[in-house]
């Protein structure tokens, strides 16, 4: 069983549908929860970035982490074309000197 | 700006050729990874370097070595090629932080190796 697993998609919405992006994971010791965006033939960009249980807000995005369901969310409002892309989830432990876990990504698509 | 840069955007290589992939990185950044992303399998950790000289295994090192020599180069080898590494390589790096410190990971644009 993987460690993080993501809801696989594709997506695909209106242009200013609220999405939500979910990833579950298995590994309490998970402590720092990031958002990253890929676009087509680009390498993935961080988006969001969280520690521990709780909600962060940038602009329209908004991660959400439930550290007892071991459930992390993503959510996007008013959502753009500019917006279609994979999200990856991605959680680091404590102590993992930088290394990451990577789900394996969401593809959305905001059709205009 | 960070900028990640990775030596090629597209290979094509034959069977059992050794296949070298340079990345980059101009911010003087400690961790450097690679990864390689595939359908359906997301993006999984081949090599880490946390410094100098320094290497740790990720998920899939099999089939590959890696060399960093210099701080701001990560090198990975294939040392001889097969159709099933056949895949997009990512490299990255980060700046090595403790505790709640954000640490973002950069990424390059990714190399798309095709092996016949």
């Known amino acids: 069983q993987k460690e993080v697993e993501q809801d696989p998609g594709p997506l695909s919405v209106p242009e200013g549908a609220i999405v939500s992006l979910n990833c579950t994971y298995s590994?309490?010791?998970?402590?720092?929860f990031m958002w990253y965006r890929q676009y087509s033939r680009k390498g993935p960009e961080l988006l969001m970035y969280?520690?521990?249980?709780g909600n962060k807000e940038d602009g329209r995005f908004t991660a959400q982490v439930d550290k007892s369901s071991k459930y992390i969310s993503l959510f996007i409002r008013d959502s753009q074309p500019s917006d279609s892309a994979t999200y990856l989830c991605?959680?680091?432990?404590?102590?993992?000197?930088?290394?990451?876990?990577f789900g394996d990504g969401t593809t959305l698509t905001v059709k205009p | 700006d960070v900028k990640v840069t990775q030596s090629s955007r597209y290979l094509v290589k034959r069977t059992g050729e050794k296949v070298f992939l340079e990345c980059v990185q101009d911010?003087?950044?400690?961790?450097m990874f690679w990864y390689r992303q595939d359908p359906g399998l997301g993006l999984r950790l081949i090599y880490f370097?946390?410094?100098?000289?320094?290497?740790e295994k990720g998920d899939i090192p099999e089939g590959y070595s890696v060399s960093r020599e210099k701080k701001e180069r990560f090198s990975l080898i294939l040392e001889s090629a097969s159709t099933n590494q056949t895949s997009m390589y990512l490299c990255?790096?980060?700046?090595?932080?403790?505790?709640?410190?954000?640490?973002?990971?950069?990424f390059g644009p990714g190399t798309r190796l095709l092996v016949l």
């Open positions: 370097s946390y410094d100098v000289k320094m290497k």
């Open positions: 911010m003087d950044h400690e961790n």
């Open positions: 969280t520690y521990s249980s």
């Open positions: 990255a790096s980060s700046l090595a932080a403790s505790g709640r410190v954000k640490e973002t990971q950069y």
């Open positions: 590994n309490s010791a998970f402590q720092y």
């Open positions: 991605a959680m680091k432990k404590e102590t993992n000197a930088g290394k990451s876990t």
